[in-house]
């Protein structure tokens, strides 16, 4: 299972399905090197009390986490307790971030019940950020944090209009393209990843033309894509505006990136490019296994859902080339609730566990990518390899995509709008309606669900 509870995809970043996907859990599996170390906790949660000190008089200090976020997997938590042998740190963790976050809503409202850290998804960021900040120590004036440390855009998503800084990032999902060479070469194209990218270089219009070779090569047996949803998230994520404006207002159906992103993924499921399946659900888990698709939109946690629901001859099959332009699925934050019993030593805690040392050992670990650029240069990083994908130097590839993602506007409802797109949307131009039927179904159910 993967860190977060949906699929880091839906969850971390409002990819298709609800949050429920953070699951990301699924993403737990990734093993770039060493290994999958994931474990997921059950929903009631585990861990602290809430008590300021334990029974050896050590300042205790507790965190709120969904999913597996991997400090405590990659052996951080130990760690720093022997670097300050008056600290000890216990973790409450609620698998799903669907379950978790109305709970940290709740506790934010009413002021009660919320540990020294809590961790908030990026879907949820933009909520807190806007409805909650004074909650929050500003962690702009924590001790040792510098701004520049992280890349700008995962900043700002924390950072308040008046320069109030809610919690520091910890991962990202920065978006590549995994590709299967066997089927690529199948098909008659490049299989090189150099090759590769230079299909789609710059455009997703170049990616649909790149599918329509390769379903004329391929025949009938396989997709060139996994999925409607895959695709116009992938796309989306590449925009800097896609359901709201700087002053918070909804512009999905107004925006032209968001229906140019709908009309190319229609017109991908208009050509037979993309499977008639829904992201992280059991069916398309089968299809997975069965090798029924050369492409997905890919994050570095997606190579550990691709190993978890793979048949062990896939082993280096895949690769990873650049996307057709750089975008985001995934990533958390921790911040530091100021009603918590120990606000300076969470400071320091949460200071110490996004620095790009500890960022470097997640990823090696866990498979969750740094928000901090200082880790990029790490031999965690410069030297990740994954068994799926072989000799790829996929930090490198992840590293390049990362810092070139755009500023994105991170709505409050980001999650309810992708979900409508995907699953009351595109999907149902693989079952045979127009893109125009889609489109109005699609904004019903969104306008619906938002109470308009």
């Known amino acids: 299972m993967r860190a977060r509870t949906l699929p880091l995809s839906r969850q971390r970043s409002g990819g298709g399905k609800p949050i429920a996907r953070k699951a990301l859990a699924i993403a737990a599996v990734v093993s770039l090197g060493t290994g999958l170390l994931a474990g997921c906790a059950d929903d009631g949660g585990s861990g602290g009390d809430g008590s300021s000190s334990d029974s050896e008089g050590k300042t205790k200090i507790t965190l709120g986490l969904f999913g597996t976020m991997g400090f405590q997997e990659a052996g951080l938590y130990a760690e720093y307790e022997k670097l300050n042998p008056d600290i000890k740190i216990e973790q409450t963790v609620i698998e799903r971030n669907e379950n978790y976050y109305p709970a940290l809503l709740n506790h934010l409202t009413t002021n ?46 924390a950072t308040s209009k008046d320069g109030q800084t809610i919690g520091l990032g ?48 391929a025949g009938g047996d396989t997709f ?19 359901f709201y404006d700087e002053s918070g207002e909804v512009i999905y159906k107004t925006n032209p990136a968001v229906k140019d992103a709908f009309d190319l993924t229609a017109e991908a499921a208009e050509k037979g490019l993309v499977q008639s399946q829904t992201q992280f659900q059991p069916a398309w888990d089968t299809t997975i296994a069965n090798s029924k698709f050369a492409t997905v939109a890919c994050p570095p946690w997606m190579l550990g859902t691709i190993k978890g629901k793979s048949k062990p001859d896939a082993a280096g099959k895949w690769d990873v080339a650049v996307a057709p332009k750089s975008g985001n699925w995934g990533g958390s934050f921790l911040g530091v609730p100021k009603s918590g019993k120990n606000v300076e030593e969470a400071q320091k805690l949460v200071a110490w566990l996004t620095a790009p040392e500890q960022q470097a050992k997640l990823f090696k670990v866990q498979g969750s990518f740094p928000s901090t650029p200082g880790a990029y240069d790490s031999p965690e990083v410069t030297g990740a390899k994954n068994e799926m994908t072989g000799d790829s130097p996929i930090g490198e590839i992840f590293s390049e995509a990362a810092k070139q993602i755009p500023v994105q506007v991170i709505g409050p409802k980001d999650q309810i709008i992708q979900q409508g797109l995907t699953d009351n949307g595109v999907i149902l131009v693989t079952k045979g309606k127009s893109a125009k039927e889609a489109w109005e179904t699609a904004t019903k159910t969104i306008d619906n669900n938002l109470d308009k």
Do not use: H
């Open 224 to 242: 060139f894509m996994d999925s409607p949803g895959g695709l116009i998230n992938a796309i989306l994520s590449s925009e800097e505006k896609k």
């Open 112 to 157: 009660s019940g919320l540990m020294d850290v809590q961790a908030i998804e990026v879907a949820n960021i933009a909520e807190v950020v806007n409805t909650q900040a004074d909650k929050f120590a500003d962690m702009s004036k924590a001790e040792g944090v510098k701004k520049d440390g992280w890349l700008p855009w995962k900043w700002e998503q």
């Open 170 to 217: 910890t991962d990202v999902g920065p978006m590549a393209i995994c590709y299967r060479k066997d089927l690529f070469e199948k098909a008659g194209l490049p299989t090189d990843r150099e090759e590769v990218g230079k299909l789609w270089a710059g455009d997703w219009k170049k990616f649909i033309e790149a599918g329509e070779k390769y379903k004329k090569g």
